[in-house]
């Protein structure tokens, strides 16, 4: 018995190859539609670590500057405690017994250890010393976006993201509160990490700390500009825990 061959007609063959050139030439061009194809920007810099944004310890403590005044207490010894000791301009403060110490780029814990050492080797046996900022000059954070009251502020001492959307006068009505940014230049180059701040304010997460020239930008639930134009290029760095 022979089988029975199906043909198929000649116009659909036709058809069937039109449909597959048309395809091979839409696959050729279209990459040339909307123009050639732009890379990623590339960073030779590492992304920092998560401890960069801690919610406890040294690492997010405040750094003293510059024309900062300092609060110096040494206990017991009256005549070595000073309620504002101002940092000059090369960062160093005057003390009576060890003279100049450099304080500048130094936490207070740091300053305030440095400080019973180099008492208590020469002068006084276990000396406690505490130092905390008693007007801060150096040390700012920039709000930015979506709140109330938008601008530069003054940080003493341990400052929280909370906190500092807080002295802009919170979250305005159109704020996503799923999307702020932490911006902070580290190493010579600027990286931003987004918070997922609701999740923050309901508990659920830690409370980021704050560090001198840090910017912060609020994203809107309505418009995504100024968020494009500021994270735009900038490497996100490991905060997945923060991140909705």
């Known amino acids: 018995m022979h089988r029975r061959r199906w043909k198929l007609p000649a116009s659909f063959s036709l058809r069937v190859r039109a449909v597959l050139a048309l395809a091979a030439c839409l696959l050729f061009v279209a990459p040339f539609i909307n123009g050639p194809a732009v890379s990623a920007p590339k960073t030779t810099l590492a992304d920092l670590p998560p401890a960069e944004l801690s919610t406890s310890g040294v690492q997010g403590d405040y750094v003293i500057g510059p024309q900062d005044k300092l609060r110096i207490r040494v206990f017991e010894v009256k005549d070595l405690s000073f309620d504002e000791e101002e940092v ?15 304080a500048a780029g130094k936490t207070t814990m740091q300053l305030q250890d440095e400080l ?21 000059a150096s040390q700012k954070v920039t709000v930015e976006g979506e709140v109330k009251s938008p601008g530069v502020f003054q940080i003493k001492g341990r400052t929280t993201l909370m906190q500092a959307i807080a002295m802009a006068g919170g979250p305005s009505d159109v704020a996503n509160l799923h999307k702020v940014a932490i911006i902070r230049e580290a190493e010579g180059a600027r990286r931003a990490a ?7 304010r309901d508990g659920k997460a830690g409370d980021p700390l704050i560090q001198g020239n840090d910017v912060v930008v609020v994203d809107s639930s309505t418009t995504k500009t100024i968020w494009s134009n500021v994270m735009k290029n900038l490497p ?8 909705r």
């Open 194 to 200: 987004v918070c997922d701040y609701q999740a923050i």
């Open 116 to 136: 019973a050492q180099r008492l208590g080797e020469r002068y006084l046996q276990s000396p406690q010393v505490s130092v905390s900022i008693a007007e801060s």
């Open 236 to 243: 996100i760095f490991s905060l997945l825990a923060y991140v």
């Open 88 to 102: 000059d301009a090369n960062g160093q403060i005057q003390l009576p017994l060890i003279g100049k110490v450099t």
